[in-house]
């Protein structure tokens, strides 16, 4: 599909052709959340697109200090689409922040450390285009209860594909075609549920500007994917924002909630966003060698080396929240063992069956929609460039199941794992980190590590889980 807008006088032809009222100016926080601010069309100028507008940093989480808040949205008008849920003509425009105190993109702003990731590949020169393939999973359900209070924690979810309700009472009856634990990978109707909102989803999709290749049920209950077509790193990352928008949309006004939401069934599959990457160079893919094991060039092993060396440090953005290690455990399609294999699935990196020049990358399994994308894919990418700087060797590769394997077994051969928890991962990166510097600034690296310990681990470890009470209280 691509885009719908070049410059800033094909934006102003644009608005007009399409009678836009307002101009949603949107950019993304630290976390990986949307915000958004609606100007009045009537009153959006050359001036404010080239120059940027004006809004409070210091509202923004983990962001300026009251003292220097005054901070710039810079518009990218070549990503202006149609909003297609609003009852006003409104077109969105995504922006990065620049900033008014050091003249220069903003150290904090995710797509802008995504950009400095791009030039920091050209610099290298290991390439000068990368190209990203997220796989975004997600879950739709009925019915979502949360409680949290210092003495009651509590939460409930509810799926028509769930086995819980096969002995539900349903006014007209219950049809009892359901999916069941595991039991959802490309079932046809009656038990795939999804068939109508999804092709919904594909077809606003491609509204929207992306290219859409298929949709399923994925394999746990109320779980489904819709599968787009890879771009180039930053706007394979626009693309993720616009396709959550889109899911939670169409799901909210079918009297449904979606989410990304790594495990939040326990005993069932959970959520990835298997990314697929791969670099080019003067118009070749340097990930390519015919004959190769996988067609894999020393680059792209390397590569997958380097993410492998700072699996954990990578992690605490790939795998971003305390929920995200909940679904890095054994038997539920989630690889957290850190070797590759082409064809399998069980390896934290596979590489895609039959894939010639084109099309031959690496596909990272481990990480989930909880990263904020643009943080992740430049995480990704810098320990990447930083193996094929050092001529990193990955462990493997390996052919074999791997979840078939103990842990004792793991632990013997000595294959390297993904780190166990968010902590882990936090720890991580506070300890190995030089990777990511030519991008990311040690405040910005300071700041992100602190807000994830005090947003997310310091109140996970502190607050007591109904499994506890299960196997400690009669102790």
């Not at 990457?277 to 067609?295: C, H, P, R, V």
């Not at 894919?377 to 979840?403: H, S």
């Not at 190995?432 to 602190?450: G, R, S, W």
């Amino acid at each position: 599909m691509g885009k719908f807008v070049n410059n800033t006088a094909e934006f102003f032809e644009f608005c007009e052709k399409n009678e836009v009222e307002f101009v949603d100016f949107r950019f993304t926080d630290i976390k990986g959340a949307w915000h958004h601010i609606s100007y009045r069309m009537s009153a959006v100028t050359q001036g404010q697109l080239d120059n940027g507008m004006p809004f409070d940093g210091s509202s923004i989480e983990a962001w300026q200090p009251i003292e220097k808040s005054d901070m710039i949205l810079k518009p990218s008008v070549e990503t202006a689409f149609m909003d297609p849920f609003t009852a006003d003509s409104t077109v969105i425009v995504i922006c990065s922040v620049y900033d008014i105190y050091k003249n220069e993109m903003y150290a904090k702003c995710p797509r802008s450390i995504a950009k400095k990731s791009l030039e920091y590949l050209a610099e290298a020169n290991v390439g000068d285009v990368a190209y990203f393939g997220p796989e975004n999973e997600y879950f739709v359900f009925e019915d979502v209860k949360v409680k949290d209070t210092p003495n009651e924690a509590h939460y409930y979810v509810d799926t028509e594909d769930g086995e819980w309700n096969t002995y539900k009472d349903i006014d007209g009856g219950n049809m009892a075609h359901i999916a069941g634990t595991k039991g959802g990978y490309f079932p046809v109707a009656p038990i795939d549920k999804g068939v109508d909102m999804r092709a919904e989803v594909m077809q606003l999709l491609e509204e929207v500007g992306l290219t859409v290749i298929l949709g399923h049920h994925e394999v746990a209950q109320g779980q489904h994917e819709i599968g787009i077509v890879y771009d180039t790193l930053v706007e394979a990352a626009d693309n993720v924002q616009k396709l959550k928008y889109v899911v939670k949309m169409v799901a909210h006004l079918n009297g449904k909630t979606a989410t990304f939401m790594p495990k939040p069934i326990f005993g069932d599959n959970g959520n990835g966003m298997h990314v697929h990457q791969s670099i080019w160079k003067d118009g070749e893919n340097t990930f390519y060698e015919e004959g190769a094991y996988g067609n894999l060039s020393d680059a792209a092993r390397h590569y997958a080396g380097g993410v492998f060396k700072h699996a954990a440090a990578v992690a605490a953005f790939t795998n971003a929240s305390t929920n995200s290690y909940k679904r890095l455990v054994p038997g539920y399609e989630a690889p957290s063992i850190l070797t590759y294999s082409a064809q399998n699935r069980s390896a934290a990196c596979r590489v895609p069956y039959g894939a010639g020049a084109p099309a031959t990358r690496l596909e990272m399994r481990f990480p989930d929609s909880t990263a904020n994308p643009y943080l992740a894919f430049a995480a990704l990418m810098m320990a990447g460039i930083d193996g094929i700087k050092n001529k990193t060797e990955p462990m493997g590769p390996m052919d074999e199941d791997l979840f078939e394997l103990s842990l004792d077994e793991i632990r013997e051969k000595g294959i390297p794992q993904m780190p166990a928890t968010l902590r882990e991962s936090l720890e991580g990166l506070i300890s190995d980190n030089d990777f990511l510097k030519p991008v990311f600034t040690q405040d910005m690296i300071d700041t992100y590590q602190h807000y994830q310990f005090e947003r997310q681990v310091w109140p996970d470890e502190a607050r007591p889980t109904a499994y506890e009470f299960k196997s400690t209280y009669s102790c």
